[in-house]
DNA sequence: GCGCAAAAGTGATATACATCACACAGTTCC
DNA sequence: GGAACTGTGTGATGTATATCACTTTTGCGC
């Protein structure tokens, strides 16, 4: 039997009202919204379908949303003068994806996002969320405590960089996304940790 | 003539009036306070001194604050199994320094935080934020900008770590704290980069 | 000014990782 | 089923950086 390795995993029913269930969880652990103010705040939702290899947000290009993951796994990378990828971020469902120094201060992106399998995702531009936290104070607080989330990561993370080597990452890495393994091709995995394919490759034989 | 490299840099003059002021600027920036408001919420504020050398948060600790600091300069760093440091940031006048995810989970400490000189700051306890945050809704707007900003540069040093050799590293540093270079010792600035103390000196001589 | 301690520089050697080159397996598409 | 492409494994070699050991310089208390 063929195996497909890269599964799509992908159900093609999901629907506008499962992602709204799906966003309504999310928010819920950090934030309390009472039932209009949350239909209010998911009517600035777009609810949007890509495919594998589609590109949301293009390095040079301009910045308008943020991208909540309801279906599939995008991921944010910088590419250097030599062609280099680094990954940033595999955005798995229920995490938010963008560029967030291109769209705090409105200036190009530096950073790409797209699509490693086929996704479903909730869009919200800049705009909105600044004023849905203008209006709603709940709001500015759940984004304030994903922000620090997102923030005491980005530190873990820098620090497990310089703290230990490339096997003992890629363990972390397992460890936290299991799901990855089989999900990304290993290249990806190894832009993320920041090496080579090759060194990642021969982690496997040691 | 001696030359007194890493001179403390202190204004003993300092007082709460004048941090108060440092304080009420850094928030203008990004908030909008009214000045009963803003004379309400610098109430929650502790005025404290420290001395060079003096630790503020140790590691395996409860972290009850987070600290403003108006004059001097602290650090925040890791020490790993080896006993080797890692420094997550040097916190400069108008910058924020704690351990986020101790603070904001109610964890003991993994990161440490102390003065490289003497230091004047500003502690807000945990309680007293989230109090603040709930009670002024531009308090909370603040501390969502104040973590986005800080969650952007984190990113953009991961990005410079798995990009860039230690010379493009340390240049970057530089370029951004030219004042650090007679503030602090030069084995701090590697425990910043995260190489060793030998090859940041070697880079001056290549 | 003297002496100790902390900081900084330097040489030799070891090592993790990058890079280049190539083989081959798996997937996709006609 | 075969071609083309993408992904993966592996050997040989080069290089940046760590580590260890030692010296030199600087800062600071007495």
Redo the contacts with the bound molecule.
């Keep these: 039997m063929?195996?497909?390795?890269?599964s799509l995993n992908f159900n093609p029913e999901f629907n506008s009202m499962q992602a709204k269930e799906i966003l309504k969880q999310h928010i819920a652990k950090s934030a309390l919204l009472t039932d209009p103010e949350f239909d209010y705040f998911f009517s600035h939702f777009k609810f949007q379908s890509y495919t594998k290899g589609q590109t949301i947000i293009t390095e040079g290009g301009k910045v308008e949303c943020e991208y909540f993951v309801v279906e599939g796994c995008l991921k944010s990378f910088y590419i250097n003068d030599?062609m280099?990828m680094f990954i940033l971020q595999f955005a798995m469902p229920t995490w938010w994806a963008s560029d967030y120094n291109a769209l705090y201060s409105r200036e190009k992106a530096m950073i790409s996002v797209d699509c490693i399998t086929n996704a479903e995702v909730l869009s919200l531009s800049n705009a909105d969320r600044e004023k849905l936290c203008r209006e709603i104070h709940q709001v500015e607080h759940f984004f304030r405590w994903r922000t620090n989330k997102g923030y005491v990561a980005a530190q873990r993370r820098l620090l497990s960089h310089m703290n230990n080597?490339?096997?003992k990452r890629y363990e972390e890495l397992m460890l936290q996304y299991p799901a990855l393994y089989n999900m990304v091709?290993?290249?990806?995995i190894?832009a993320y940790l920041?090496?080579?394919?090759?060194?990642?490759?021969?982690?496997?034989?040691s």
Tied chains: 1, 2.
């Design positions: 063929r195996f497909r390795k890269f030599d280099k080597d490339t096997k091709p290993k290249h990806l190894a920041g090496v080579s394919r090759e060194t990642l490759s021969r982690l496997h034989s």
